[in-house]
Structure formats: C-alpha cells, structure tokens
C-alpha cells in the first residue's frame, strides 16, 4: 500500500513537470515568431484592468493635441535568434487614450514611416469593455496613423497645436524607435519647447534617440528619474515562456550610462514625474500613468 501511494505521488509529480514544461513554452505562430506561453499569458494578462473612468471637473476645452508615437514593427529578434511577437501593449495605449480623453485632449496617432501601428492582440483584456470601445474608436487611426517623418518635416517646427507627446510600450517600443532620427527631433522639440513628454513600461526605450547625436554629459535626461519596465525582470521572460529568449538588448541599463536612474524594481504601478517628463513602470501602471497624465495637462493648461 506504501509503495503504491509513492508511485501515485510520483506520477503526479511527473505529470506536473509535464504540464508545466509545456504551458511555460512560447506559442509559435504562423509567421514563425512566438507569443507567450500559456502560462505567461494567464499570470500576465488579465481579462480585466482597473480603469477607472475618471470624471475631470476641470476638463479642458481647448485645441491642444496629445501626439502618440507607436511602433510599426512586430518582430524582436531575441538574442537566441527566435523572434518574439510584439508590438505595443493595448493596455499601455488604450488606458492613457481613455483619461486623456476624459480630460478634453484630442490623440492623434503617428508612427515613423505611417504604416499601421502594430498591437500585441495577445495582450488584449478581453472582457473589460472600456478598452474594447476605445479600441473600436480608434481602430481606424491604428490602421491609418499620421507619418512622423512627414509631421518632422513639415508640421513640427511651425505648430502649437500640442501639448505632449506620448509613447506607450510594449517590446515593440525597442525596436527602430531608439535609433530613429525623426524620433530623436520630436522628442528634443518636445523638451525645448516645454511640452509634456509621456512614456510607460517599454516606451522609454524611444528617449535613447535623444541622445543620438549628443554624450552623456549633454543629453536632455541627464540626472531625470523615471519609472520604466526593469532589465531585471526582462531577463526573468524565458523563464515564463513570456519570451522566447532574451531580450537583444537592455536599454534600461542603456538609460543608466546616459545619467536617468530608473526608480522601480519591479514591473509594477509605480508612475513619476520629473518636470516635464511622466513615466510608468508596467501595464500595471495605466491607469495611475493616464490619470496623471490627464491631471497634469489640466493643470498646465489652466495657468
């Protein structure tokens, strides 16, 4: 009878390691690259957010827009070489979208060379109906958005129509936004000219290209603090099966050499201002990262 129960115990224990093994490996998809696993997907994903549909008494009722830069591009090639299947996190756009526009600020969408903005489908809450609406809404400007390099050219140096600019995350956020030029003057003019800056979990991945032409001693961040997705917990993805690999590159630590010290350990709800520039550290953040957002334009436009 013992020896019975220990190979019951034993069985069940294999058929743990079983199951584990195979909901913590990425899910391949038809391109070839991998979304999370899963089990990434459940511990990560949930089906709701804790929007709160904020009601601002002093809502603004100018012209001033919010200018969003999304990423175009869908695949990160990890440093194993296996692609990982990205983009921007919704929740990282839609939650912000919904307070700023709460807050009586127009979004328009913008992505550097004006293909379609790519979104992690994977990452949508499926049940909270705040996101789909907003997403139904703004599907039209996701698969039509501005070009920035046209709005660099021709529209930036001459307009006053805006207030901030805004660059969710998602992994996507690390791919072509650094290193873009056009991004590197939109995000210079912004500064210069006193706008609010807004970046959450990945986004600040995109302040790099502001220190493309210049060092560490002149670089516009220098001495800032934020609140960013953590290289800590990136390393902790293939763990998971949330990514396939590792991530080619840490660009928090990337932020570090330039003089901007990240204030969060963890991929949580930490939000921070530091002047001009509003971060949040995860999609946990969205909502405190809008509403912050929103209260602060409010402010600026009512001086």
């Known amino acids: 009878m013992k020896k019975k129960i220990i190979l019951t115990l034993v069985s069940l224990i294999l058929l743990a390691f079983i199951v584990l093994y195979f909901t913590s490996r990425p899910t391949e998809t038809e391109d070839g690259s991998y979304i999370p696993s899963p089990l990434a997907l459940k511990l990560a994903i949930p089906p709701t957010t804790d929007f709160v549909n904020t009601v601002y008494e002093n809502k603004y ?23 990982f299947s990205t983009g921007n996190h919704p929740v990282e756009i839609l939650l912000p ?22 979104i992690e489908q994977w990452a949508m809450p499926k049940d909270d109906e705040y996101v789909k609406a ?23 140096n ?14 996507g956020a690390m791919l072509g936004l650094p290193e873009n030029k056009d991004v590197s003057k939109l995000i210079k003019w912004s500064h210069n000219n006193d706008l609010f800056t807004l970046a959450i979990c990945h986004g600040p991945a995109a302040l790099l290209a502001a220190g ?30 949330y990514t396939p690999g590792h991530v080619p590159y840490k660009y928090g630590e990337k932020l570090n050499n330039l003089g901007v010290t990240i204030i969060n350990q963890e991929a949580d709800n930490t939000v921070h201002k530091d002047r001009k520039l509003i971060t949040g550290a995860s999609p946990l953040a ?16 009512n001086k």
Not at 61 to 79: F, S
Not at 158 to 171: K, T
Not at 219 to 231: L, R, T, V
């Open 134 to 156: 907003i997403y139904a809404e703004f599907k039209k400007k996701f698969e039509n958005p501005g070009n920035l390099s046209e709005f660099v050219t021709n529209t930036m």
């Open 286 to 301: 969205a909502n405190a990262f809008g509403k912050l957002a929103a209260t602060e334009l409010i402010k600026q436009m």
């Open 61 to 83: 009722t100018g012209n001033k827009k919010v200018l969003m830069v999304c990423t175009e591009q869908k695949n990160m090639t990890m440093a194993n070489g296996k692609k």
């Open 212 to 241: 493309l032409d210049s060092n560490k001693d002149n670089y516009i961040y220098k001495g800032y603090e934020i609140a960013s997705f953590p290289d800590a917990v990136d390393e902790q993805g293939p763990i998971i099966g």
């Open 97 to 118: 979208v919904l307070h700023l526009k709460n807050a009586g600020f127009d979004v328009e969408v913008v992505t550097p060379n004006g293909k379609p903005v790519v």
């Open 158 to 171: 001459e307009s006053s129509d805006y207030v901030a600019i805004f660059i969710p995350g998602g992994h």
